[in-house]
């Protein structure tokens, strides 16, 4: 099992910036990946952006140039930090992290946190 504990949403004015954190504890040696996903009201959830352990990362169109995410492997905590925000940034932001023990696939949710981006 793993748990993912997010900290660092909040309210803010467009043009500003927050960070994101997810701390992972557990079985983390069986993850691959982490990631965050965002969902707004009366919307699917979306993926945001994810980094693989090898540190590659993919991002949604809508954030490129706008967001960076990276990971701190000592703290077992990876980071979304969010600059140039828009309202409609606005969402609960959720952490992922993926993984495979043999042949299951894990896939794990954090609590999620809400952005919101005030015009």
């Known amino acids: 099992q793993v748990q993912l504990v997010e900290s660092g949403g909040g309210l803010v004015q467009a043009g500003g910036s927050l960070r994101l954190s997810c701390a992972a504890s557990?079985?983390?040696?069986?993850?691959?990946?982490m990631g965050w996903y965002r969902q707004a009201p009366g919307k699917q959830r979306e993926l945001v952006a994810t980094?693989?352990?090898?540190?590659?990362?993919n991002y949604a169109d809508s954030v490129k140039d706008r967001f960076t995410i990276f990971r701190d492997n000592a703290k077992n905590t990876v980071y979304l930090q969010m600059s140039r925000l828009k309202p409609e940034d606005t969402a609960v932001y959720y952490c992922?992290?993926?993984?495979?023990?043999?042949?299951?696939?894990?896939?794990?949710w954090g609590q999620g946190t809400q952005v919101t981006v005030s015009s």
């Open positions: 992922n992290a993926e993984g495979k023990y043999f042949t299951i696939r894990l896939n794990y």
């Open positions: 980094i693989t352990n090898g540190g590659i990362t």
């Open positions: 557990g079985s983390i040696s069986s993850l691959n990946a």
